[in-house]
């Protein structure tokens, strides 16, 4: 089974409107530790985990380009730690006394694939409130050269102490992010949210409470495709109007420059996931197209209006 979604990530300064897009799918397949790889930590016991290691390419995150990267119980990209990945985060990894951290670079130029491996990792939070390393995870992160994308893997585990080992949270947080600042209301970020098996997808946490509700099956592989497109599109007002707001169904759609060309209208939903496109081509001043939304249920609505490489959003409430 695999699902996909088209994810944007709408930030708000004032009145300016920042978009980011990846794809986010979920699929199975056969988890393998891998062979050949670099032990960071040489068979040694180690107490905390922080090596920096080269990408072997230019990888590119968030519209930033990097070629190396810090690997910890997550991994970042930048020494302020704004830019990083969540592969399964529930506090800090500890050693069970065989917990290596390891790295393989793969594939030929322009076609390379960096893999990390965490195995048999156990949870801070379960040693320091019973004292014991009975839980375990094994997890792989993959960078792709060219795509830039992303990829999580989900190897066996045993949880037995979840309030323990999650820390009150009930599951791992897992997902990518590029905090601005250290301040939370700017961030720009893809978390899961719910069943592992069938997450719901949030954007722009910037709380940071964002938790799957167990653990993920052995095999489960959470994919992260990156739009470079989308980075380097400008956003800016488009000459668009949508009313009535909030709306019954009905949706007009009227244009306040005049010849505006709109190339497309995309609608989503909530969580981010494509509903309809809409194409229209070219309207004159005080023109309105209208467009039915009786079928979709009450809630939150985004326009993305595309307009000769400019983009707007705007957000709809259905009732």
């Not at 390891?102 to 322009?110: D, F, P, R």
Request: net charge negative; hydrophobic share 35%; proline share 4%.
């Amino acid at each position: 089974m695999k699902t996909l979604y088209t994810l944007i990530f709408l930030i708000f300064f004032g009145s300016n409107v920042f978009s980011q897009s990846y794809d986010f799918s979920y699929t199975t397949g056969n988890y393998a530790n891998l062979e050949g790889a670099t032990d960071l930590t040489n068979g040694n016991a180690w107490t905390s985990l922080d090596f920096v290691i080269p990408i072997g390419f230019d990888f590119e995150f968030y519209g930033e380009s990097f070629n190396t990267m810090h690997i910890r119980s997550y991994i970042h990209f930048d020494d302020g730690d704004m830019y990083f990945i969540n592969q399964f985060y529930s506090g800090s990894f500890v050693d069970r006394g065989d917990s290596p951290v390891s790295y393989l670079l793969e594939g030929s130029a322009g076609n390379r694939i960096l893999k990390i491996e965490w195995q048999n990792m156990g949870f801070s939070g379960e040693l320091n409130s019973l004292g014991t390393t009975d839980d375990f995870i094994n997890s792989q992160l993959w960078l792709y050269e060219t795509t830039n994308n992303i990829e999580l893997r989900i190897g066996p585990s045993s949880i037995i102490h979840p309030d323990e080992s999650y820390i009150g949270w009930g599951g791992p947080w897992i997902g990518i992010c590029h905090a601005f600042s250290f301040n939370p209301a700017d961030v720009e970020s893809i978390s899961l949210e719910g069943d592992p098996a069938n997450p719901d997808i949030i954007y722009n946490d910037n709380n940071f409470s964002t938790f799957l509700t167990g653990t993920p099956a052995d095999g489960i592989i959470y994919k992260f495709c990156y739009n470079a497109n989308a980075v380097n599109q400008t956003f800016l007002d488009t000459g668009v109007d949508i009313f009535p707001n909030p709306s019954s169904g009905i949706v007009n759609i009227k244009t306040r420059n005049r010849n505006t060309a709109i190339d497309q209208i995309k609608i989503f939903d909530s969580k981010g996931l494509l509903l309809e496109i809409i194409p229209i081509l070219k309207q004159s001043i005080d023109k309105v197209t209208e467009v039915n939304l009786s079928g979709f249920p009450a809630g939150i609505y985004f326009f993305q209006i595309i307009n000769q490489k400019r983009v707007e959003y705007k957000k709809l409430i259905l009732k």
